[in-house]
């Protein structure tokens, strides 16, 4: 343990060591770095970019080994043709100065070009165009997450902002629903190994889940590549529990979200589509439930005024006068059916006598009666013609009055 006491800066004390403030040797270091590194090209990947309302870009360039802080001023990064991005492999023009505040350096950029895709964005892309061709982005494959949802499986950190804000919005929006939380790192050599476990471990012991909501909060490229492995892709796809996925913020898209059933822009938006407002639910329920009461009030109403139709009609109410009408149509019904019979009889005994008549005029024996006779021979022929008699053949003669038997004695 140093003990002395500082009476003096930037003085050589009785023993003559000279003492400096933080701000001196900080200045000593600016002052170092910039005059050995005025001008300096360097070639990194663009990662934790971010632009702030100054105009100013913050990044950090990197490449395997290690990361260097560095800052575009808004006057320099207006000219650039390309926006940056995480992932992007650019070539940086600028010096080398440190930022005393924090006694820290940095590359102060003054031009930067494009010079190709980053390692760890070239891994995304190749990973994305292998599961892309596999299948495992098809909207064919998507599970539909249910309207109402009862009990809910998270996977993130049990210490993220994430697990906060999800547990915010499911308190406010439906503080009734189940919650089941699997802690996991998000971050990590061994975070895609627990998450990928999580979502197995979920599917085979809780079953009963209506959804896995698997996510972190916002971060670098860096920061979200355990969603980008391919363990991890392939436990979300084979996952028979409705996986959403809800990784960063709104601009950061990785593997997880392409296979992911639904992907949530934030992990507050995943909790929003689980978990349906109850105020507005609530709502729903009591409007359908006044169109039933006003559809069984109606249905009530029509069905009395039916019954007490019925309850006054006659039939109902007098029903005898049904059978004494019944028994009037009877007696109408019989008169008529006897009227036409009569009718009937009538004209077939006019026909009849006409008939009569008719035959009573060719009748023989109305020839009979005006002296004409007929004869028979014994077989009772008629007899036409006197070859139809001989000498000694007893005949018939039939007169008005009766018959008279005779013999031929001539022909």
């Not at 930037?10 to 005059?35: F, P």
């Not at 100013?56 to 320099?76: R, T, W």
């Not at 006044?290 to 006054?312: F, Q, W």
């Amino acid at each position: 343990m140093f003990d002395f006491e500082i009476e003096n800066n930037n003085q050589n004390d009785d023993d003559g060591k000279l003492i400096y403030s933080v701000t001196q040797i900080n200045n000593e270091i600016k002052i170092i770095l910039e005059e050995n590194y005025p001008q300096v090209w360097i070639c990194g990947e663009i990662s934790s970019c971010k632009k702030y309302s100054s105009g100013h870009l913050y990044f950090n360039l990197k490449d395997e080994q290690s990361q260097i802080s560095a800052v575009m001023f808004a006057g320099y990064n207006q000219k650039l043709k390309f926006i940056p991005k995480d992932g992007m492999q650019v070539l940086a023009y600028g010096r080398i100065t440190a930022y005393l505040q924090r006694g820290s350096y940095q590359v102060q950029v003054f031009f930067m070009k494009e010079a190709g895709i980053g390692t760890l964005q070239e891994k995304f892309e190749k990973l994305k165009n292998k599961l892309l061709k596999e299948g495992l982005f098809d909207e064919n494959h998507k599970k539909q997450i249910p309207y109402l949802v009862n009990k809910i499986g998270v996977i993130t950190s049990k210490d993220g902002a994430a697990l906060h804000d999800i547990l915010s919005v499911l308190n406010r929006r439906y503080s009734n629903v189940q919650v089941l939380i699997y802690p996991v790192r998000v971050q990590g050599e061994t975070a895609k190994y627990e998450i990928e476990e999580a979502i197995k471990y979920l599917n085979k012991n809780h079953k009963e889940l209506d959804v896995l909501l698997v996510g972190r909060g916002g971060g670098s490229l860096e920061d979200l590549w355990a969603f980008n492995e391919e363990n991890v892709a392939r436990a979300i796809f084979n996952s028979e529990i409705p996986v959403i996925s809800c990784v960063g913020h709104e601009v950061d898209f990785t593997i997880a979200d392409f296979v992911a059933d639904v992907r949530a822009a934030t992990p507050s938006v995943a909790a929003e589509i689980v978990a349906k407002n109850k105020i507005d639910l609530e709502e729903k329920i009591e409007k359908l439930q006044n169109v039933i009461i006003d559809k069984m009030e109606s249905l009530i109403s029509i069905y009395t005024d039916k019954i007490n139709y019925l309850k006054n009609c006659r039939a109902l109410s007098k029903p005898y006068l049904i059978y004494e009408d019944r028994i009037q149509y009877v007696d109408d019904l019989k008169e008529k059916i006897i009227f036409y019979i009569k009718n009937i009889i009538e004209n077939k005994n006019h026909n009849l006598q006409l008939k009569i008549q008719k035959l009573d005029l060719l009748s023989p024996l109305k020839i009979l009666q005006r002296g004409y006779s007929v004869c028979f021979d014994k077989q009772g022929n008629v007899i036409k013609t006197k070859k139809q008699v001989n000498v000694d053949d007893i005949i018939n003669i039939k007169l008005t009055d009766g018959n008279i038997e005779t013999k031929v004695v001539e022909e």
